[in-house]
C-alpha cells in the first residue's frame, strides 16, 4: 500500500453503519465528526478516534471532550 | 479477535460469575496480537482454512444481508462471503486489522462495509442491527464466552442467527485422549483442548442448537444458534 496523502480528506464512514453505531458504553446515538476523524459521545463526554479508516470504540482509547 | 495464545489473565473461564473487564486485559490481549499478527495466516491461518470456509458458506446460505463477524483478525474469511452480503468485522487488534484492511483494499472487497476495533464483549452496536453474526475461532480465547453470546444475540435482530466455529472439546472417544494428553503443551500454543459446548452456551440454548463437525478431520465444530 503506498502512503496515503496527508491533505487528502479522510474516507467517510458509511451512512449505514452509522446508522447502527452507539457508544459503547452508554449505547447511545454518535455525533459523526469528519473532519476530526472522531466519533463524538455526548452522554459519555468521549471521542472515540478513526485512525487510517478503523473506529475505535474503547473508551480507553478515547479523548475525553472538555466540559463547556 | 482470533486464535492466537493468550497469556493469563486472559484465559477463558468457564465461571459465569462476572469478572471486572479492566484496560489491562485489553492491553495484555492486544500486546498477545501485536507479536503474532504477522506470522498468524502462515500459522493458524492454514488450519483454520476448512472452518472458515465452512462458516462463510453457513453464513452465505442464511437469509438477510446484514452480516457482523466478531474477531475478524486478518480477515481470513471476507473474501469467502458472497458479494450480496454486507459484511462488517471488528476486533481487539489494531494490528490484525490492519491487515485486514490491506487484504479488502487489495482484493476489492467492496462488500465489506467497515472493519472496527471493539471489544467483542461490548461491542458498539445498537439492538437487533445484524441479521447474522459470526464468530470463528474467538468463543474459546475471550475471557467470558456467556459474555460474547449475550452480546451477539443482543445486536441479531430477533428471526436471526448466530454462528460459531471452534475447537471444542471431544466428548468421548479417541480424540479425547489425544486431547487429554497433549493439554499440557497445547495451552502454551493457544490451544484450549478443554473449551467445553457448556462454557459458550447455557442447557436453553445448546438444546436449539445446530452443531456440525465439519470435515475432514471433525476438528472443528460448527454451530447455528437461531435469535
Known amino acids: ?68 | 479477535m482470533t486464535y492466537a495464545p493468550i497469556t493469563s489473565p486472559r484465559a477463558p473461564s468457564e465461571d459465569a460469575a462476572p469478572l471486572p473487564h479492566t484496560a489491562l486485559d485489553a492491553a495484555s490481549v492486544r500486546a498477545a496480537y501485536r507479536r503474532w499478527a504477522s506470522i498468524y495466516d502462515a500459522s493458524f491461518g492454514g488450519v483454520s482454512l476448512w472452518g472458515r470456509r465452512a462458516a462463510a458458506a453457513a453464513v452465505n446460505a442464511l437469509p438477510g444481508r446484514r452480516v457482523l463477524e466478531v474477531g475478524v483478525g486478518t480477515g481470513l474469511a471476507l473474501p469467502r462471503y458472497a458479494p450480496d452480503k454486507r459484511v462488517v468485522g471488528i476486533d481487539l487488534s489494531p494490528e490484525m486489522l490492519a491487515l485486514a484492511r490491506d487484504r479488502v483494499a487489495e482484493d476489492g472487497l467492496v462488500n465489506i462495509e467497515a472493519l472496527l476495533e471493539m471489544d467483542a464483549e461490548a461491542t458498539s452496536f445498537a439492538d437487533g442491527s445484524f441479521d447474522v453474526a459470526v464468530a470463528m475461532f474467538v468463543a474459546s480465547v475471550v475471557p467470558q464466552p456467556r459474555r460474547l453470546l449475550s452480546e451477539m444475540q443482543r445486536v441479531v435482530r430477533p428471526g436471526g442467527h448466530i454462528l460459531f466455529v471452534n475447537h471444542f472439546a471431544a466428548e468421548r472417544g479417541p480424540r479425547w485422549w489425544i486431547e487429554r494428553a497433549l493439554a499440557p503443551a497445547s495451552r502454551k500454543l493457544g490451544w484450549h483442548p478443554d473449551f467445553r459446548f457448556e462454557a459458550l452456551l447455557p442447557p436453553e440454548a445448546l438444546a436449539r442448537a445446530q452443531r456440525r463437525a465439519i470435515p475432514p478431520f471433525g476438528l472443528f465444530t460448527l454451530i447455528d444458534l437461531p435469535v
Do not use: F
Open chain 1, 1 to 68: 500500500m503506498p502512503d496515503e496523502d496527508a491533505a487528502a480528506p479522510p474516507p467517510p464512514i458509511d451512512p449505514r453503519l452509522l446508522e447502527v453505531l452507539v457508544c459503547p458504553l452508554t449505547k447511545t446515538t454518535l455525533i459523526y465528526d469528519r473532519a476530526a476523524g472522531e466519533l463524538i459521545s455526548r452522554a459519555a463526554g468521549l471521542a472515540y478516534p478513526i485512525r487510517d479508516g478503523i473506529p475505535i470504540m474503547l473508551a480507553d482509547e478515547a479523548r475525553r471532550l472538555e466540559t463547556p
